[in-house]
């Protein structure tokens, strides 16, 4: 059983829930979803995490009475090996840590870089990881106290035949392309939206509004991947 930690700060998170879940049924794993709310809750039995999308500030003083931010920041620390999902304002957080802390990928952010509200769009994507044959299964979930429920963004096919990514902007973040040291696995034309670090893959889009389950396949392979859990 693989226990993914999800950082109950903002966003879309049950939408990243449905895709785990999801993923986890295509890869024939089982997965528990682990909702991270205080810095307790972040401990040494949590195999990978996802940090979702959202306001990156308002993320940071939801998280102080209880710790959660220091705490995942503190995971990170403990456990190097471990994989991370990190999407737009997820991305901020792994890119400009609080504190004295390196930041957790080797790329500079700026933050609401593609404008308000009214500039989030959506555009096809090249992403640079494996494609897997999916069995589109819908994973069945009732709405949560607030009505939210998944979302589906269908993906495209370019006229090569290649499946481009569904991607979903929204007040999203941009990555600084001169500042990117780490490996690029995701662009809009000629910007950098996708990053791997290690083990810390940072997007500025939305995933996890889309059918596309991508992202989330390769958090849960890393995991397999890496063999017992460092």
Known sequence: M???GLAMLQGARHEHEEALLASAIDLGLEIEIVYLRTAKDVDETIDALVLPGGESTAMRKASTSEGLLDG???????????????????????AM????RNPFIQAGISRNAWGRQRQSFEAAVVVDLPLHESSNVKVARTADEFGHTPLAVDGQIDNDGSALFPGVFIRAPRFESESVTCDVI???GDEIVGVIDGSKCAVTFHPELTGDRRF????????VNQGPTN
Do not use: E, K, N
Request: proline share 5%; with cysteine; glycine share 8%.
């Open 2 to 4: 693989l226990r993914i």
């Open 72 to 94: 995942i920041y503190s995971w990170m620390d403990d456990f190097t090996a471990r994989p991370v999902l990190g999407t737009c304002a997820g991305a901020i957080l792994l």
């Open 97 to 100: 840590p609080d504190g004295a």
């Open 186 to 188: 995701a662009r809009f």
């Open 216 to 223: 989330h396949t390769w958090l849960l392979q890393q995991i």
